[in-house]
């Protein structure tokens, strides 16, 4: 009987083609404008935090005495160098130093939340940091470390940011709810609109964050055991589908909401009333 021909070359045959990958010189062969979205983030991260920062510092033009209206980026306002009507909780701190924010006890945790917060890593990594900037596009990077040294270590933290955002979202609905009652008792003006609006986001992006999930769901083996657990855990999925959304339109709801309190409380425009 004549044995059939072998296709598997031999260890001796060298014919067979060497596969090595591509020796490209350029950055990326793409063609389309990739470094678009970096730059947009990165303008659209730049321009919050430079409004944020001047705002915190301005100690201006925060609150509006006749409709009670406070801008989130003041609250809560505990300081003796607060207002007067500004300080919802009391004043158990003496006076402040120019250098230091009237809102220093909340502005740190709400900086801490975003910039840990998982999508803001993917924005300002891919943006600011260039890592990567782009699919098929280099970084400029020689190694990567991941999440093990600082400053990027403190990323693990996030979970407990979580928690003090959270407090600090109750305290700006309360905020919110005060509003309610000016100096000529219950009315609803435009503010109250714009600050309800803003409470109502917050909720949204705080509500769908990852560690909110986490803590709904988390280490839950049988979701049949735990009906409301579940159902809870259901529902900040849901959210959590549209958390890029909720971060970047929070942004821009607390830039506008604090534009409009400021404007309100320096007498440069009058709040739209529709009741009282």
């Known amino acids: 009987m004549t044995r059939p021909a072998s296709n598997v070359a031999s260890p001796a045959d060298t014919s067979a083609p060497v596969s090595s990958r591509a020796r490209i010189g350029a950055r990326t062969l793409r063609t389309d404008r990739w470094w678009l979205p970096p730059l947009l983030t990165t303008l659209g991260l730049t321009t919050f935090v430079v409004y944020a920062t001047v705002r915190s510092f301005m100690r201006t033009d925060y609150w509006s005495a006749e409709h009670h209206y406070l801008t989130p980026f003041y609250s809560?306002?505990?300081?003796?160098?607060?207002?007067?009507?500004?300080?919802?909780?009391?004043?158990?701190?003496?006076?402040?130093?120019?250098?230091i924010p009237l809102a220093f006890l909340s502005l740190p945790f709400l900086l801490g939340f975003r910039l840990t917060c998982y999508y803001y890593r993917k924005a300002?990594?891919?943006?600011?940091?260039?890592?990567?900037?782009?699919?098929?596009?280099?970084e400029p990077h020689r190694k990567y470390t991941g999440e093990t040294r600082l400053p990027l270590v403190v990323q693990n933290a996030h979970r407990y940011f979580f928690y003090a955002a959270f407090l600090i979202t109750i305290i700006n609905t309360y905020d919110a709810i005060l509003a309610f009652g000016g100096e000529n008792g219950f009315g609803i003006g435009l503010g109250n609109v714009v600050l309800l609006a803003n409470v109502v986001l917050l909720w949204g992006y705080t509500l769908s964050c990852h560690s909110c999930r986490h803590v709904t769901g988390g280490r839950m083996k049988h979701f049949s055991r735990n009906p409301v657990r579940y159902w809870l855990w259901t529902q900040v999925s849901r959210l959590n589908t549209r958390h890029m959304q909720f971060a970047w339109i929070t942004l821009a709801s607390l830039v506008l909401t604090d534009l409009y309190v400021w404007l309100v409380a320096s007498g440069t425009i009058s709040d739209l009333r529709f009741v009282n």
């Not at 300002?124 to 699919?135: G, V």
């Open 124 to 138: 300002y990594y891919r943006s600011i940091w260039m890592s990567p900037p782009a699919c098929a596009v280099t």
């Open 76 to 99: 809560p306002c505990l300081s003796d160098s607060c207002v007067a009507g500004s300080s919802h909780f009391g004043t158990p701190i003496g006076e402040l130093p120019l250098f």
